[in-house]
Nanobody, 127 residues
Framework: QVQLVESGGGLVQAGDSLRLSCAASGRTFSDYAMGWFRQAPGKERDFVAAISIRGFSIYYANSVKGRFTISRDNAKNTVYLQMNTLKPDDTAVYYC????????????????????WGQGTQVTVSS
């Protein structure tokens, strides 16, 4: 089992920045590809960003490319999502997810690929 706890959400204004963190425990963090997803009110949960076990491969949704940066610190068992130039459309609950893999360059962009999920952290961007 992997336990994931997100933090760093909050209420900000358009154009501001936030950094989300997701702390993992229970297994060897560097064995897991990680991802961030988000769910806006009344909408389905969507992919945001993904990173491979060593961080060599990274992938972003088009909607956040150039504004968001995913990174990980395997020594701290934590994955981050740096969000810059936030827009009201970025308002959502943000979830991190983990999936075991032994492939160094593999990342996952589909929800069904992930076995472990955090409880989410709310990000609200006012205009």
């Amino acid at each position: 089992q992997v336990q994931l706890v997100e933090s760093g959400g909050g209420l900000v204004q358009a154009g501001d920045s936030l950094r989300l963190s997701c702390a993992a425990s229970g297994r060897t963090f560097s064995d897991y590809a990680m991802g961030w997803f988000r769910q806006a009110p009344g909408k389905e949960r969507d992919f945001v960003a993904a990173i491979s076990i060593r961080g060599f491969s990274i992938y972003y949704a088009n909607s956040v490319k150039g504004r968001f940066t995913i990174s990980r610190d395997n020594a701290k068992n934590t994955v981050y999502l740096q969000m810059n130039t936030l827009k009201p459309d970025d308002t959502a609950v943000y979830y991190c997810a983990a999936e075991f893999t032994n492939r160094r360059l593999t990342y996952y962009a589909a929800q069904h690929d992930y076995d472990y999920w955090g409880q989410g952290t709310q990000v609200t961007v006012s205009s």
